[in-house]
Nanobody
């Protein structure tokens, strides 16, 4: 079992920055990658960024050049650095532990609101 706890969300003005954190604990051997998803009101959950155990990194086209996913193995934490935020980035952001056979692990989510 893996536990994921997100933090770092909040209210930010357009053009601002936030860094989300995802503290990971439990059976790390059961996951082979990490991802950040988001879900805006009335929309489906979408992949924002991810990396696998082979270190390949993927970004949604809408966040390329603005968001960066990273990890600190010593702290068992995954980050999502979000720069040049736009109102359309407003959503609940979820941390996800990727399992090879499905049944991914999910955090509880953290709200990000971009508004003036």
């Amino acid at each position: 079992q893996v536990q994921l706890v997100e933090s770092g969300g909040g209210l930010v003005q357009p053009g601002g920055s936030l860094r989300l954190s995802c503290a990971v604990s439990g059976s790390f051997f059961s996951i082979n990658g990490m991802a950040w998803y988001r879900q805006a009101p009335g929309k489906e959950r979408e992949l924002v960024a991810s990396f696998t155990s082979g270190s390949s990194t993927t970004y949604a086209d809408s966040v390329k050049g603005r968001f960066t996913i990273s990890r600190d193995n010593a702290k068992s934490t995954v980050y999502l650095q979000m720069n040049s935020l736009k109102p359309e980035d407003t959503a609940v952001y979820y941390c996800c532990g990727l399992r090879p056979g499905g049944g991914d692990y999910w955090g509880q989510g953290t709200q990000v609101t971009v508004s003036s």
